[in-house]
């Protein structure tokens, strides 16, 4: 049998998400197709895989500006490139990039975003996990919906920094960046997913729930069965009258949820990996209709061993919400 190609980009982001739910590398390398050698590598080795070995020459840096380049990518509060331009270090950028990734400790990888829970959160939230903790097989009928904004440059609120492993891990807080943008939403569920839709100027409440009567009504039984039950977040427009109202009209069950509970989503995961895959090798967009056709393009290669197994791994966030007495617990 002839060796198999490298990673792709897609595969890698599919890695990562699913090592992130919980999964074992074994897990993983059953729903992707491929060996758990390379599952094992790949996780391993992060931002060195597939990366070739040094021929051997002999270095251009003495072992303390090796050390001044370490000391300032931990710092974050100068790029590579910036760095490899200081006066006491004038190498490329391509050799203090090998300094960095030869470091053992340091991992090139995006911060976290965690919302700001207060105790009242956290109580709720706890409360939410310990109600849910007999559910099995009721999760196969939710049908899980978010808003995802995408821009022209890169996927809204992605941050990346050098990261020590022997620390703990930094935080971001998300905020707009510039430029062209696409807002779109999706929902999915055991059975399936959505289309994407993309989301034109602010929406307010009839605009939710005319895009709901549009997108979910005729998919929401095919997806998530005869009992299907709705999941969306607390935003403004989620859970203004009128659209409890519409609800109540359209004969939509909506599950309880705690506020700012992203990691809760399994849906997070699966923007995650399209936006792995829409930007993939740093690519940016020109204009927003290559980066629509793009994002639907790569919404529609997310197969439904995916979405199941992001599901089947509910159990484990509820139990780790527990743990955590009602911390964020990640992606």
């Keep these: 049998m002839g060796r198999k190609s490298a990673l792709t980009e897609f595969e890698k982001g599919n890695i990562s998400a699913f090592k992130a739910s919980g999964m074992s590398n074994r897990e993983i390398a059953k729903v992707l197709n491929r060996s758990p050698k390379v599952i094992n590598n790949f996780i391993t080795l992060g931002s060195q895989y597939g990366l070739k070995r040094s021929s051997g020459r002999l270095s251009k840096l003495s072992k303390r500006q090796k050390r001044t380049i370490i000391k300032d990518a931990k710092s974050n509060l100068a790029s590579l490139s910036q760095i490899s331009q200081k006066p006491n270090i004038n190498v490329s950028k391509t050799t203090v990039h090998r300094v960095v990734v030869s470091n053992s400790f340091l991992k090139y990888k995006k911060k976290k975003s965690s919302p700001q829970l207060k105790p009242i959160h956290k109580e709720k939230r706890l409360k939410w996990a310990k109600e849910m903790m007999s559910w099995k097989e009721n999760w196969k009928r939710i049908v899980w919906s978010d808003e995802k904004k995408f821009n022209l440059d890169g996927p809204d609120g992605w941050k990346y920094y050098w990261h020590d492993i022997r620390e703990h891990e930094q935080i971001f807080s998300k905020r707009q960046q510039g430029g062209g943008s696409v807002m779109i939403w999706a ?68 599950m309880d949820w705690p506020s700012l509970s992203p990691d809760l989503n399994p849906l997070e995961n699966l923007w995650g990996i399209l936006s792995r895959a829409v930007y993939a090798n740093g690519r940016q967009y020109r204009n927003i209709d290559e980066l629509k056709a793009s994002i639907t393009e790569n919404w529609n290669m997310i197969s439904g061993d995916i979405t199941k197994n992001l599901i089947r791994k509910m159990p484990d966030r509820v139990f780790k919400v527990i743990q955590k007495n009602g911390g964020f617990i990640g992606h």
């Design 187 to 254: 929902c999915f569920g055991w059975n399936g997913k959505s289309d994407i839709v993309l989301i034109k100027g602010r929406s307010k409440a009839l605009d939710y729930q005319n895009m709901l009567e549009d997108h979910l009504l005729t998919v929401a039984e095919e997806i998530g069965g005869l009992h299907w039950q709705f999941q969306q977040d607390n935003a403004p427009i989620h859970t203004a009258r009128s659209t409890y109202e519409w609800f109540s009209s359209n004969g939509v069950q909506v």
